[in-house]
């Protein structure tokens, strides 16, 4: 009877490929959702600065106005 008991323990202890490659798909996850954090934080940013500048000149179109002539330095 001992020697069942020492076999259910070493099956046990082993490990499955299914067991690695989900691993690796959690750690793929980890990457996913940390990059999608970032964009979505740097396209708000983006947005915030926009609507401020618009906020600042007035219009879209004046906006952009100024932007051309800071481009062209006319």
Do not use: N, R
């Given at each position: ?18 067991e ?5 798909s ?23 600065c ?10 879209p ?11 062209t330095?006319?």
């Amino acid at each position: 009877m001992e020697e069942k008991a020492i076999a259910k323990e070493q099956i046990k202890e082993t490990t499955t490929v299914h067991e690695i490659a989900h691993v690796d798909s959690e750690l793929y996850k980890v990457g996913m959702y940390t990059t999608a954090a970032f964009a979505a934080i740097v396209g708000g940013w983006g947005l915030i600065c926009l609507s401020s500048a618009v906020l600042k000149e007035g219009s879209p179109v004046q906006m952009f106005k100024s932007l051309f002539q800071a481009i062209t330095g006319m």
